[in-house]
């Protein structure tokens, strides 16, 4: 069974950091991209970041440039976001998903083919 599981959201002060993860179980990760969304309420899911199933390439929305870092560990077939100063306009249910490679459109969600349940992020003094 085809399975991703975010997990690392929280409650986080702004200016604070947290590492998000991604685990998938039922394939090899190391076969696909990986991307991160996000949705917060009443906005439509916004594309994060984009890595490539080797790592060597990756993608950052404008917003979250300097700030955030996808990276991947294949041998535990995980993907994880680094989220460093963080803003109260970070705030949402963060999702990773799977597709053939990342490209030049890597933010569109409808290209992504397996999806997790989201993990909540809050930042709020």
């Known amino acids: 069974q085809v399975q991703l599981v975010e997990s690392g959201g929280g409650l986080v002060q702004p200016g604070g950091s947290l590492r998000l993860s991604c685990a998938a179980s039922?394939?090899?990760?190391?076969?696909?991209?990986i991307g991160w969304f996000r949705q917060a309420p009443g906005k439509e899911r916004e594309g994060v970041s984009c890595?490539?199933?080797?790592?060597?390439?990756?993608y950052y929305a404008d917003s979250v440039k300097g700030r955030f870092t996808i990276s991947r560990d294949n041998a535990k077939n995980t993907v994880y976001l680094q989220m460093n100063s963080l803003k109260p306009e970070d705030a949402g249910v963060y999702y990773c998903?799977?597709?053939?490679?990342?490209?030049?459109?890597?933010?569109?969600?409808?290209?992504?083919?397996?999806w997790g349940q989201g993990t909540q992020v809050t930042v709020s003094s």
């Open positions: 039922g394939f090899r990760l190391d076969y696909y991209a």
């Open positions: 890595i490539s199933s080797s790592g060597a390439s990756t």
């Open positions: 998903a799977v597709r053939a490679s990342c490209g030049s459109r890597w933010f569109h969600s409808t290209a992504y083919n397996y």
